[in-house]
């Protein structure tokens, strides 16, 4: 009976043991699946097979996890469209302590200021030099939101920064959107409506001017015939410039369709040339055409002849001496026009604004030869409807080079 007793207790005692070994493991593997929560490790789980208490805590554990797992993949997904939203936004992005020290920036703000200069742990006053700006950034934040224009000379552009003030985290926020284009196209605009004014009103008074005269019962044959031909010359002013305002509104148009045919472009060149043969003659100027073998080309030609003759005029107006050569080439599947002349040549610094409207680097000569200041802009606006582009190299008393560069437009089946 003893004996009975004592192998019983010996039962109980393993029994007993067994279980505070497993009670223990499953401990052990709770205190290191606790450890990989800890450690962000949320996709793990506890897959033992218990019961009682210690099945409901692993249960609870496993369901926490994957609560924590799900809120992961949501913040990294917010995290991802954040740093995507930041690198490919188009304003400049930087976010910085209160004492100007920068935490990140954006590739649009490294590309307009370089690539070493908004680097995390530079000082973003030390960066811009800047009166105005440096005293926007040292300014304690009185609102949430704060805003100013930044005219940046040097690189030639202009800025409206706003500035937020993330007061939870003591942080900035500042963007800066470019607003070059829009300051030139007011600045632009502004003149137009100026030289537009201008430009009518100088033949306007002429013709006014000269009818009066001719309004003298005692005015001398000769000086009427005059008088009229003055007159003349300034009706046809203002008949050329409402035609190239007509053409130039024209190409401007969005929803202008180009009416794309075959052209020659050789013989088209030389459809041109012959128009201003006589006038080069005229003025002991030589206008040259070598053609050589190219393909036919797809585009508009209406708008492909308003941009030759237009370069073909401003090439033998503006030269005195010399003359104009024009060539055609095709490479690697696109068009070359080229339209040089030994003319009187453009500034350098007036080249960015020579295809504004109504601008001429020579408004006197301009005006006494009969140019409108528009031709340039219709070329420009041609060009870009081709989706081409124009370049322009130019000397002082040396010539200038106009070069049209022209992608094939042939549809594609």
Not at 53 to 62: F, R, S
Not at 250 to 258: A, F, I, N, T
Not at 262 to 289: C, H, M, P
Request: zero cysteines; glycine letters at 6%.
């Amino acid at each position: 009976m003893i004996y009975l007793i004592i192998i019983i207790l010996i039962f109980i005692i393993l029994f007993l043991l067994l279980h505070l070994i497993i009670y223990y493991k499953n401990l052990k593997d709770i205190v290191q699946y606790t450890k990989d929560l800890l450690n962000a490790k949320y996709s793990s789980r506890i897959l033992k097979k218990t019961k009682g208490m210690l099945a409901n805590l692993i249960e609870n554990l496993n369901a926490l996890a994957e609560k924590l797992e799900e809120k992961k993949s949501i913040s990294g997904g917010k995290e991802e469209l954040l740093n995507i939203f930041f690198e490919e936004m188009k304003e400049g992005f930087v976010l910085t302590r209160l004492s100007g020290e920068i935490i990140q920036a954006n590739r649009s703000i490294q590309k307009i200021f370089g690539e070493k200069a908004f680097q995390s742990g530079k000082i973003i006053q030390e960066l811009i030099i800047n009166r105005e700006f440096i005293e926007f950034t040292n300014k304690i934040p009185d609102k949430k939101i704060e805003f100013m224009e930044l005219e940046l000379p040097d690189l030639g552009k202009t800025f409206i920064v706003s500035r937020f003030y993330l007061e939870s985290q003591q942080w900035f926020i500042y963007l800066f959107n470019d607003i070059t284009d829009a300051k030139n196209l007011k600045r632009i605009k502004a003149d137009f409506i100026t030289n537009l004014s201008h430009e009518l009103r100088t033949p306007l008074t002429a013709i006014k001017g000269y009818l009066e005269a001719l309004d003298d019962p005692d005015l001398d044959k000769v000086n009427r015939e005059r008088f009229v031909k003055i007159v003349r010359e300034n009706i046809e002013r203002l008949t050329n410039i409402v035609s190239d305002l007509l053409v130039l509104s024209d190409v401007e148009r969005q929803e202008r369709k180009l009416n794309i045919e075959k052209i020659d472009l050789n013989e088209l060149i030389q459809e041109v040339i012959s128009l201003f043969r006589k006038t080069a003659e005229e003025k002991g100027l030589y206008l040259n055409f070598s053609p050589v073998s190219i393909p036919t080309y797809s585009g508009d030609r209406f708008l492909i002849q308003q941009l030759l003759i237009n370069l073909v005029s401003n090439g033998i107006r503006f030269t005195e001496k010399g003359g104009v050569e024009v060539s055609a080439k095709y490479e690697k599947d696109k068009f070359y026009i080229t339209v040089s002349d030994t003319g009187i040549g453009i500034p350098s610094e007036e080249i960015p604004r020579i295809f504004e409207r109504f601008y001429t680097v020579d408004k006197a000569r301009s005006r006494t030869q009969g140019g409108t200041g528009l031709g340039l802009s219709i070329v420009k606006h041609i060009v870009q409807l081709h989706q081409g582009e124009i370049k322009v190299e130019s000397r002082l008393r040396q010539g200038s080079k106009f070069t049209v560069i022209l992608p094939d437009l042939t549809p594609t089946s």
